[in-house]
């Protein structure tokens, strides 16, 4: 698999560690009432679909970067990758 | 009919007129008492158990393709008990013990053969922890024996022992581990499962389940709604597919492992050999054929295919202890699907559905399993409580923080 990183261009998957589901980007409340329930969510129970899956790539062997990349897990084919601090900038946080 | 060698020489001598299929071609009825959906070995054990061990009357098997089409003919074929933990060591102990009485049980040749699994040794600390699970696997009533480098150069002279990176400190050795025809496991079991009465309804897809007020009433699929008092999931690899219907979310990632067979060779390997360093492990089939596989790929995947750069991996795994293998071609490899669950450990539990049943999470170590899966998963359906080798396998143990991790590696199931 090629993995199309946004800053150095197409690098081998070998290169990269992955890293799970982007949802574990959204860590829960620690704060909130119910946060071990929330946690176990977060921690231990997945979506897991059969199709467009969006995902952590850690360039490991690269630049250091987490990469969100969404890729069919029926076919493998990678349809978008963004830098993970993009993301999550996108979504009002610091870094 | 019952199968055996007299019965082989009459049709010898009749032209083969007599033989049957081995099971019914079915459709299915609109209700039963059990619906296992799944026809791989562990559903088809689940409905031989119930039929036999509980005397179930009513049950069905619902396979989406073909009867062992999927993970039991995907494998590797090795059946242990090497396990460490005492979640784990009593179960598949007892599968182990399954599999040794299987063939007359079932009367179907399923062609076990122990001929030993052999697990080396590269460091010191792992020798410590081999004699911590050897120690660990005989309290619980299974064989280990801890080799030697001598013992293991004299019985296996092909290894390379003095590898200047992993040379091979000792061994694991389990003399009743083995290899299984894993095709003929599905086979027997459905025909079996078939002569106690039990319905293989093969190309029937569940589609979704009929749950009303928080129980399962049943399944729809492309063959109309079928009723069932109890619903059993059985479908390790397709588990978050399948659940989803349920809209369950599943402590499991599903991933794909890659398997190999090489050319066939003359007889060149005795028994089954782990490689303790990397990730690597051999058999040779009865067709000559050496059977071998290593790590995951290492994403989630549904695509029954890999990628090179684990096959890359995986020879120069063997390359590392077998330099003997350096010109032997590669003839087919392909991908499973696995259920790798959040601790490495399987799951067989109710859901929070009432009806609705769970059995999947196998990660890669799913056929050794099939016997006591089939075992444990009838006695829960039946029972409605945890067979005693099972009590481990719940969901609310990554809650409770009682996981079941033979590697230490957390909740990263890339990694199990």
Request: hydrophobic share 35%; with cysteine.
């Amino acid at each position: 698999m090629i993995i199309n990183h946004p800053i150095l261009g197409p690098r081998d998957s070998a290169e990269f560690t992955y890293m799970g589901d982007a949802a574990l980007l959204d860590r829960p409340d620690w704060q909130a009432k119910d946060a071990l329930l929330q946690f176990v969510d977060y921690g231990y129970l997945r979506d897991n679909p059969a199709g467009p899956h969006i995902e952590l790539w850690y360039h490991e062997q690269g630049d250091r970067s987490f990469l969100v990349v969404t890729r069919d897990t029926t076919t493998h084919q990678i349809s978008s990758v963004k830098l993970a601090s993009d993301v999550a900038r996108g979504r009002g946080r610091s870094k | 009919m019952r199968y055996s060698g007299l019965r082989v020489l009459k049709e010898a001598l009749t032209g083969h007129k007599g033989w049957k299929p081995a099971w019914r071609d079915v459709a299915p009825q609109a209700h039963y008492d059990y619906i296992v959906i799944g026809g791989g070995g562990h559903g088809l054990a689940t409905a031989y158990y119930l039929a036999r061990n509980h005397g179930a009357k009513r049950v069905a098997v619902l396979e989406k393709g073909w009867i062992g089409g999927g993970n039991v003919g995907r494998n590797t074929t090795i059946v242990r008990s090497n396990y460490l933990l005492d979640g784990n060591e009593p179960f598949y102990e007892h599968s182990l013990k399954l599999w040794e009485g299987l063939e007359q049980d079932i009367n179907y040749n399923a062609m076990i053969s122990q001929r030993g699994i052999l697990n080396l040794v590269h460091s010191d600390a792992q020798r410590d922890a081999f004699t911590r699970r050897g120690n660990a696997m005989i309290l619980n009533g299974a064989d280990a024996d801890l080799l030697s480098t001598e013992t293991i150069q004299k019985r296996y002279p092909f290894l390379n022992v003095n590898n200047a990176r992993f040379p091979i400190k000792g061994g694991l050795a389990q003399y009743r581990g083995g290899t299984v025809r894993h095709d003929a496991v599905a086979w027997g079991y459905a025909r079996a499962a078939d002569q106690l009465g039990v319905d293989i309804i093969q190309n029937c897809e569940v589609t979704g389940f009929r749950i009303e007020g928080g129980k399962c009433l049943g399944v729809e699929t492309n063959r109309g709604y079928i009723k069932g008092d109890k619903v059993a999931s059985c479908v390790a690899g397709s588990s978050g597919r399948l659940m989803a219907k349920a809209s369950m979310r599943l402590p499991i990632e599903s991933h794909v492992l890659q398997a190999f067979v090489s050319e066939g060779l003359k007889p060149v390997l005795p028994g089954v050999i782990t490689f303790g360093a990397g990730h690597f492990y051999c058999s040779q089939s009865d067709k000559g054929g050496l059977v071998f596989g290593g790590d995951l790929d290492g994403y989630n995947s549904y695509a029954q295919r890999g990628n090179l750069p684990v096959v890359e991996d995986v020879c120069e795994g063997a390359m590392a202890i077998f330099p003997m293998l350096g010109r032997v071609r590669l003839l087919r490899m392909w991908g499973g699907i696995m259920d790798m669950s959040m601790d490495g450990s399987p799951i067989i539990d109710h859901t929070h559905i009432e009806s609705l049943y769970f059995n999947g999470g196998w990660c890669y170590g799913g056929f050794k399993a099939t016997p006591a899966s089939g075992w444990c998963y009838a006695h829960l359906l039946a029972t409605d409580t945890p067979h005693e080798f099972a009590t481990a396998f719940r969901f609310d143990r990554f809650a409770k923080g009682q996981m079941i991790d033979e590697k230490g590696m957390g909740n990263n199931p890339q990694l199990h």
